[in-house]
C-alpha cells in the first residue's frame, strides 16, 4: 500500500479493526518512510450484480446511491448513519445470497421497506412515497393504514 503523502511503497499495519458487522476490516497503517500515518478499508470484493430497473435499464448496483435515498428518508429521525449502513449489509447479504447476477430494483425496494418499517415508521413512509411512487393522499392513506396494522399486530403478540 502506497503512503498517500510521499508515495512511498512500503508501509506497516499499526492497528486492525472489524466494523460493519465484520463485512470489512478498517486499518491504521503508517509510511516506514515519511511517519504519515492514514486509514484503509479492506472488504470482500463480489460480484457486481445489476440492477433491472422498472423500465427494463439495466445499471451496476450502487450502494452509495441506496445509502444516499436512505439517509434522505430518514433525515430529522432518530435513525444513525450505523444503523443504515446496517440495513444496506443486511439487503446486500440477502442479494448475494440468492445467487443471481441480476436484481429487479422492485425486489431491492421491498427488502429496504420490510427493514424501514422496523426502524422508524416515519423514514419508511418517506422512502415508500418515493419508492412506490404514490400519486395521491389515498397512496399515503393506504400505507399508513398498513403501518396501523403491523402496530396493532406486534402489540398483540406482546
Known amino acids: 500500500m502506497k503512503c498517500n503523502e510521499c508515495q512511498h511503497d ?13 463485512e470489512a476490516v478498517r486499518r491504521r497503517r503508517m509510511c516506514t518512510q ?13 460480484p457486481q450484480l445489476v440492477i433491472v430497473k422498472n423500465n427494463g435499464v439495466r445499471e451496476l448496483y450502487n450502494r452509495q446511491k441506496l445509502l444516499a435515498g436512505l439517509l434522505r428518508a430518514s433525515e430529522k429521525t432518530s435513525l444513525t448513519n450505523v444503523q443504515l449502513e446496517r440495513l444496506v449489509t443486511e439487503v446486500e447479504r440477502e442479494l448475494y445470497a440468492c445467487g443471481e447476477a441480476e436484481v429487479r430494483s422492485a425486489r431491492i425496494g421491498e427488502l429496504v421497506m420490510e427493514r424501514l418499517a422496523l426502524l422508524n415508521e416515519v423514514a419508511y413512509v418517506r422512502f415508500a412515497s418515493v419508492y412506490r411512487r404514490f400519486k395521491d393522499i389515498a397512496g399515503f ?7 396501523k ?6 402489540a398483540v403478540k406482546e
Request: net charge neutral; glycine share 6%.
Open 141 to 147: 392513506e393506504r400505507e399508513l393504514s398498513q403501518i
Open 34 to 46: 515519511c511517519g504519515h500515518r492514514f486509514t484503509t478499508y479492506e472488504r470482500i470484493e463480489r
Open 10 to 22: 512500503d508501509t506497516k499495519v499499526i492497528e486492525s479493526r472489524d466494523v460493519a458487522d465484520g
Open 149 to 154: 396494522q403491523r402496530r396493532v399486530a406486534a
